[in-house]
C-alpha cells in the first residue's frame, strides 16, 4: 500500500538571524513514512523537535534539506517544492492539522469556525456535521452561536478538534489534541482518532497523554534520532 506521507532526508536548522546568525540544528536526515489507518506519535524529550516535525509537515516551516511528500489526488505532492496554491489545495482537501491552540477570528460563532473547511470543501451537510461534532465533544448548545474568544481552554481545543475532523481528511497531524482536556473528552477524541484510522487516515500525532498514546499510536517515532551526531 503507498505511503500516504513519505518524508526523505529531512533536515531543519534555523537560523537565528536577530542573534548574531546562531544555528540550531533540530534534526538531519530524516526517514518517515506513514500509511493509511496507521497511527504514528512523535516521540522524544522536549525540545527533540517534534513540533518542528508535525510544522514541517504541514508546510508551515520549511526544510533546510530534504523532501515532505504527501498524497493529494492520487499523486505525490513535494510539499518542499510546491507552490502556494498547490500547498493552500493540499491543506483545504487532503491534509487536516489540529494545532494545540485555536486560532480564534473575531466575532465567527463556534458553529462557524467548525463548518468552515467542510463548507469550503462544498460538503452540503457541512453545518450538520459541525452540529453533530460541537455535541459529541459536549460543548454546550448555548455557546455554538457565540466566539469562541471567551471560551474556556479545554472548550477552544474542543473547537479546534470539531474543526479538524469535519472533513474526513485522508491525512491528519495533530498537536496535543488531549491537553487541556478531561477524561471524558479526552476518550472522545480518542475515539475520533480510532474512527479516522478505521477509515484509513494517516495519522501524525504528538500525544504527551500515557494514556491516549496507548490507545491511538501504532508506533512511536524518536524525532531525536536524527539529531546531528545523535547516537
Ligand atoms: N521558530 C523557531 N526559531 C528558532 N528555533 C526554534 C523555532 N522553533 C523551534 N526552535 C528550536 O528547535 C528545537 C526543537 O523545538 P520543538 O518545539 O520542535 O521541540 P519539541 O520536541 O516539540 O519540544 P516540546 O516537547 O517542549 O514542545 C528547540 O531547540 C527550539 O528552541
Known amino acids: 500500500m503507498t505511503?500516504?506521507?513519505?518524508?526523505?532526508?529531512?533536515?531543519?536548522?534555523?537560523?537565528?538571524?536577530?542573534?548574531?546568525g546562531a544555528r540550531i540544528a533540530v534534526f538531519e536526515g530524516l526517514d518517515l513514512e506513514v500509511r493509511g489507518g496507521e497511527c504514528v506519535c512523535l516521540h522524544g524529550p522536549s525540545g527533540a523537535g517534534k513540533s518542528t516535525l508535525l510544522r514541517a509537515l504541514y508546510a508551515n516551516y520549511k526544510p533546510s534539506a530534504g523532501h515532505v511528500r504527501v498524497l493529494h489526488d492520487g499523486r505525490h505532492v513535494d510539499l518542499t517544492r510546491a507552490e502556494p496554491r498547490e500547498i493552500v489545495e493540499v491543506r483545504r482537501r487532503s491534509v487536516g492539522y489540529v494545532s494545540q491552540f485555536l486560532r480564534?477570528?473575531?466575532?465567527?460563532?463556534?458553529?462557524?469556525?467548525?463548518?468552515?473547511p467542510a463548507r469550503t470543501a462544498g460538503l452540503p451537510d457541512a453545518e450538520a456535521r459541525a452540529r453533530a461534532l460541537l455535541a459529541r465533544l459536549n460543548i454546550p448548545e448555548r455557546l455554538w452561536s457565540l466566539a469562541p474568544a471567551t471560551f474556556s481552554g479545554g472548550e477552544q481545543q474542543r473547537v479546534n478538534v470539531a474543526r479538524?475532523?469535519?472533513?474526513?481528511?485522508?491525512?491528519?497531524?495533530?498537536?496535543?489534541?488531549?491537553a487541556s482536556l478531561d477524561a471524558a473528552n479526552r476518550q472522545v477524541v480518542v475515539e475520533l482518532i480510532l474512527q479516522a484510522k478505521a477509515r484509513g487516515a494517516a495519522v501524525v500525532g504528538i500525544f504527551?497523554?500515557?494514556?491516549?498514546?496507548?490507545?491511538?499510536?501504532?508506533?512511536?517515532?524518536e524525532v531525536a534520532s536524527f539529531r546531528r551526531n545523535a547516537a
Open 208 to 221: 504527551h497523554d500515557e494514556q491516549v498514546r496507548g490507545q491511538v499510536a501504532d508506533r512511536l517515532f
Open 3 to 20: 505511503a500516504l506521507i513519505a518524508v526523505s532526508g529531512l533536515s531543519k536548522e534555523f537560523v537565528l538571524h536577530t542573534q548574531g
Open 104 to 116: 480564534v477570528i473575531p466575532r465567527v460563532p463556534a458553529l462557524d469556525v467548525v463548518a468552515e
Open 164 to 178: 479538524g475532523f469535519v472533513l474526513d481528511y485522508p491525512i491528519l497531524l495533530l498537536d496535543e489534541p488531549t
